[in-house]
């Protein structure tokens, strides 16, 4: 990868300008990601999609940017953004499709995860917030919506907790953690024979 770097710089400094320009600028960024140089490698795919952005290789090196960004640096955000472009400037590609129906899933479930872990250092807010994004990304995923019912009923926001876990239940009936989230929330409005059956039920789907 090392040798392939140096060799595709060369090009890109030698023929500034046309077809090869754009593909060994591209190829450099792939070559950086390759060595685990991950950092420069997000900003070269990120250089290369502003500066050819009327080429397809724009679209690949925002998908690429967006990729490293939440699987090599662990940020989610910034992924988001990238992800956000793509669709904005590409929006019927192929690539974009992909990244809708593979990759936003993917990103949901870290925006979850994060969801759950604030909710244990007790951040509620925050916690509902990344709830709030894992739906906008899979509104599909019935355990956010089982975490941000949970996040919303420590708020005593019970109105809208109940929504959110009953939408999760009603994605996914089978699933044990949904139905203990909503029982969660019986317990919090001291509903307790209600509890007891939701709980009864999540017991019998483990």
């Not at 890109?12 to 420069?40: C, H, I, R, T």
């Not at 951040?123 to 995923?141: G, Y």
């Not at 109940?162 to 989230?181: I, P, R, W």
Request: aromatic share 14%; hydrophobic share 35%.
């Amino acid at each position: 990868y090392a040798d392939s770097e140096k060799a595709f710089k060369q090009l890109s400094e030698e023929f500034p300008q046309g077809n090869l320009a754009v593909d060994s600028s591209y190829w450099v960024a792939d070559s950086l990601n390759g060595q685990g140089k991950y950092e420069e490698a997000f900003k070269q795919f990120e250089q290369v999609a502003g500066k050819f952005k009327n080429n397809p290789i724009a679209a690949a090196s925002l998908f690429r940017a967006g990729y490293s960004c939440m699987y090599d640096l662990k940020d989610s955000d910034r992924a988001k953004m990238y992800f956000s472009q793509l669709n904005k400037q590409f929006g019927q590609s192929g690539i974009v499709k992909y990244a809708t129906e593979k990759v936003d899933s993917n990103v949901g479930s870290i925006y979850r995860d994060a969801g759950f872990k604030l909710i244990l250092e007790n951040k509620l807010n925050e916690a509902s917030s990344k709830f709030n994004e894992a739906i906008k990304l899979n509104p599909k995923d019935a355990r956010s919506y089982g975490g941000f019912g949970s996040a919303k009923a420590l708020l005593e926001e019970f109105k809208e907790a109940m929504a959110q876990a009953k939408k999760g239940v009603a994605l996914a009936a089978n699933d044990s953690y949904t139905s203990a989230a909503l029982g969660f929330i019986y317990i919090l409005q001291s509903d307790y024979d209600s509890a007891t059956v939701t709980y009864e039920k999540a017991v019998n789907l483990n």
